[in-house]
């Protein structure tokens, strides 16, 4: 039994706030952990498959589509700096508890989809090192370790995740100067795309399509929200921390991008299950695979451990409202942490890892899609509220409007329905199982 389940009955503290830990730096180094974590060193490969060469385009409409939606919620986050942020803003948008609920179950089954997606991407690094490991067993105790940590404490969470992302930025920063000093920039077509690319639609579908699976590396942004009750200022520390996370990776990844091939070219990307230390092997053999394949550990690692750090303040929130058996609003008396939510999306985790045989593709794209139907519930509550409440105080506000219409929550509104069209009828399907299973949720607990 995992330490933060047991001895816990006269540690539990009555009051359920949590503590204020966290600073700007941490904030922002949270932020640009969450995107540029490990999705940029495990689905890279299959980007390429899909876009070739020009996914740097596709990258570039991933991060129009993040700043839309980023701006709404650091807007939101400045008004109401609350755990389970989704959540809290469909509900004082919309002041419908099963929209909100809705809203908050999605936002979970993201979280913890995205985590065993990720650790799964872990366990395919992990066999660069230890051939033998057995991948699901491995990603299993991953996941329990990290919920180890998430239970010792916020602070100890935070610094763990400014470290290993100060390691994953290196591993990119390596993969950008290998391009631009030692690959073949000069003579790289950069708009090249796989054969089956036969037209501009075609072209076009597929750099759309690319965008879906791009945007798993992407989205992370947005579970700063999350993290609003253990942040010092969090009215100001929140949005300033999504801004500068969503330039600073945009930056990156698009220089990732564009260096990535010019070292190996998208076929070769396309067909390996660590792209990125491929791309470092031509330059240094295999020390290269064994160094990217190390800074990977660290991507990988630190992402799950922000997602399960985030997940559980989300169930942490709705239960503190009610919308889930209170108990798991309980914060332990020493640590000053959730323990019961971070146990149960702990358990989630697994379960996931379990039921999906390590098929990261498939898993991720379900994450993706339920990341986008809550993008749509954000986008909407912040034009709502415009309408319906002018005048709440807003320390940050998205710019542009036209009268009281935001433009850019729209287009956010926009592009979050647009990119749900892209996805196959199974991954659909299992983002509609996600929704009608919350419904039902709510109806038999509203009975209770």
Known sequence: MPIFLSSLSSDIVKSHQ???????????????????????????????????????ISFIIAALIAVFTGLSYAELASIF??????????????????FAFVAGWLIV?????????????????????????????????LVVVLSAINFVGIRESAWMNTVFTLVELSGLVIIIALGIFLGSPAQTNYYEMPPAVTNSSLAAGSLLGA????????????????????TKNARRTIPAALIISIIVTTAVYILVA??????????????????????AEKVFGNAGIVMLSAIALFATTNTVLMMLVSGSRIVYGMASDRALPFSLSAVHR????PFKAIA????????????????????????????????????????????KQPGLERP?????????????????????????????????????????????????????
């Open 18 to 56: 949590l503590k204020q830990s966290i600073g700007p730096f941490q904030a922002i180094m949270y932020g640009v952990g969450l995107i540029l974590g490990a999705g940029i060193y495990v689905l890279i490969g299959d980007i390429a498959g899909i876009a070739g060469n020009a996914m740097w």
């Open 81 to 98: 700096p609350k755990s389970a942020a989704e959540y809290v803003f469909v509900k004082n948008a919309f002041g419908s508890n099963l």
């Open 109 to 141: 089954f993201v979280a913890v989809v995205s985590a065993a997606t990720v650790a799964i991407g872990f366990s395919g690094y992990l066999l660069n090192f230890f051939p033998q490991a057995n991948p699901i067993l491995s990603t299993v105790i």
């Open 211 to 230: 965008v879906g699976l791009i945007f798993f590396a992407y989205y992370g942004f947005e579970n700063l929200a999350n993290i609003a009750e253990e």
């Open 258 to 279: 564009v260096s990535a091939v010019s070292l190996v070219g998208w076929e070769a990307l396309s067909s390996s299950d660590a792209p990125l230390a491929l791309a």
């Open 334 to 337: 020493t640590t000053r942490t």
């Open 344 to 387: 149960v999306v702990m358990v989630l985790t697994i379960a996931v890892v379990v039921a999906s045989a390590g098929r990261i593709e498939s898993v991720a794209r379900v994450a993706v899609f339920g990341i986008f139907l809550v993008y749509v519930f954000v986008n909407m509550s912040l034009i709502w509220l415009r309408y």
């Open 396 to 448: 940050f506000r998205s710019p542009v409007r036209i009268k009281k219409f935001p433009l850019l929550a729209g287009l956010g509104l926009l592009t979050s329905l647009l990119m749900l069209t892209q996805f196959d009828l199974l991954t659909a399907a299992f983002g509609a199982a996600a929704i009608l299973s919350a419904i039902a949720y709510y109806m038999v607990w509203r009975r209770r």
